[in-house]
């Protein structure tokens, strides 16, 4: 009688991609594990929407057929596959197994499709002292002992690995980070439970127990090591013990994933508005626009999504208002007069009125003098205003017309993020002069699927734009 296991996921790439990916022989085999030769055949219930496929396959002696169904998941595909033996597979933990062989296929289908570093091909005959560990290593521009505190004290690993941290520092002692979940009838306390080794800012080490909670499962072992390097640390993390190499499961992707969130936590700590990091960004602002839209031809610069909304030329001219009407003069009636006096109306749209007739050139200069001068105006009424530039007094409020009650902290990263809006703003507009050009290729190109133009019926329906 067949034995039928299934399993689905969401994999980060289009439909068609996927779906090449299963038929091309020579593509399978870059993320199949012994992957089968035949063609793949397209099953009766197949549309173009939803792909039917279906796969025979001899895996460890034993043939069997595999069934792919396919669709469309937002910006990935969903794929639910059946994969049906003629009889149990001669391995202990047969389900299991399968269950731990598609995880890891499919995580490999991903990072095929997006050229990722954590593609591994297990063998699957391999058991005992032939399992080859998990090693994954990164990295990070920061000092060794910047990067052990992001490993070893429960606030941080809070914020990029543990649900609930609780470390004991030493050989032997306790660790936890407080994942729990179920695995059918079945509640796991899942991650390490002991620490095995200890040198503190060079190497630790750690148990890894079943991640199904299986006792009869043995322990493996977890080490991270760093190492110093040039403007920065290596981390390397070994992950070994398994008792066969299909049990690598989803670690290798998930391992990578967890080693760039700790990139993450060590070189952007999640620390909130930074005054300095925001000046740096908007001092920067004029000199990107005129490196990327100086000389180009008119019909980049007079791009736009409908008749609501901005071209880059006009985006340069709605930055110059801002400069002149919204950020500084905001900053300085905050500093007076608090709540008590309410900002000006902010008129959106008054770039077609006041800079119709500049150039680019005209609009380029005038912006990057602007906004010297309100950097400059900044500084100067933050250092006229302390503790204004303080963290304390970056929540000084002001009261907003429409909006109401707002700091000084919100003002200036809106400022920040205005910014980065009209940049991407710029670009999509300008993306969609080619719309229409590049065929097929629309499906992979994300600027393509944003905006009015994107989003209204026929392409030609457009929405004002928040400033």
């Known amino acids: 009688m067949p034995i039928a296991h299934r399993f689905q996921t969401s994999v980060p790439a289009p439909l068609s991609e996927v779906e090449r990916a299963l038929t091309q022989t020579e593509a399978r085999a870059r993320w199949w594990a012994e ?17 039917r496929l279906a796969l025979g396959w001899s895996v460890l002696g034993v043939p069997a057929r595999v069934e792919f169904a396919l669709a469309a998941d937002g910006a990935g595909t969903r794929v639910e596959l059946t994969h049906s033996l003629e009889r149990e597979l001669p391995v202990a933990r047969a389900a299991e197994w ?9 995580a490999n289908l991903g990072a095929h499709l997006r050229h990722g570093p954590d593609l591994v091909l297990p063998q ?16 990070i521009e920061a000092p060794p002992g910047e990067v052990w505190s992001a490993l070893v004290e429960p606030a941080r690993l809070e914020r990029w690995i543990a649900s609930k941290a609780a470390l004991e520092p030493r050989a032997g002692g306790a660790i936890s980070y407080g994942w729990t979940y179920k695995v059918g009838a079945r509640d796991v306390q899942g ?15 750690y148990d890894w127990p079943d991640w199904r909670g299986d006792p009869a499962v043995a322990d493996q072992r977890v080490t991270w090591t760093l190492e ?4 920065g640390t290596r981390v390397e993390l070994v992950h070994e013990g398994f008792e066969r190499e299909v049990d690598w499961s989803d670690f290798v992707g998930g391992w990578r994933q967890f080693l760039v969130a700790l990139r993450a936590e060590v070189e952007q700590p999640a620390q909130g508005f930074d005054l300095d990091e925001a000046v740096a960004l908007i001092e920067r602002t004029p000199r990107v626009l005129r490196a990327w839209l100086s000389g180009l031809p008119a019909g980049w610069l007079r791009a736009d999504e409908g008749a609501a909304t901005y071209s880059p030329l ?10 002149e009407t919204d950020w500084i003069p905001r900053t300085r009636r905050m500093l007076e007069h608090g709540e008590r006096v309410p900002f000006d109306r902010y008129d959106r749209f008054a770039q ?10 005209d609009l380029l200069a005038l912006f990057e003098r602007r906004r010297a001068e309100s950097v400059a105006a900044l500084r100067a009424l933050l250092a006229g205003a ?6 304390a007094g970056l929540d000084v409020r002001g009261m907003h017309p429409v909006l109401g009650a707002v700091t000084l902290r919100q003002l200036l990263a809106t400022w920040v993020v205005h910014d980065l809006s009209h940049l991407r703003q710029a670009a999509r507009a300008m993306a969609q002069r080619y719309r229409g050009e590049v065929g097929a290729w629309a499906e992979f190109m994300p600027v393509l699927q944003e905006g009015p133009l994107a989003r209204a019926p026929g392409g030609t329906t457009a929405q004002a734009p928040r400033a």
């Open 386 to 391: 302390a503790p204004a530039g303080s963290p």
């Open 98 to 106: 399968l269950d731990d062989f598609w995880r890891l296929a499919l």
């Open 191 to 205: 991650g390490p439970r002991r620490l095995l080794e200890w040198m503190p800012e060079r190497r630790f080490a």
């Open 228 to 231: 110093p390097r040039a403007g």
């Open 314 to 323: 006009e985006i340069v001219g709605h930055l110059v208002h801002g400069e």
């Open 124 to 139: 699957l005959a391999a058991s005992g002292s032939a399992v080859r560990p998990i090693r994954v290593e990164l990295s």
């Open 35 to 51: 992957a089968p030769a035949a063609t793949a055949e397209r099953m009766p219930q197949s549309t173009e929407a939803c792909p």
């Open 352 to 361: 077609r009125r006041l800079h119709a007739g500049d150039t680019l050139e």
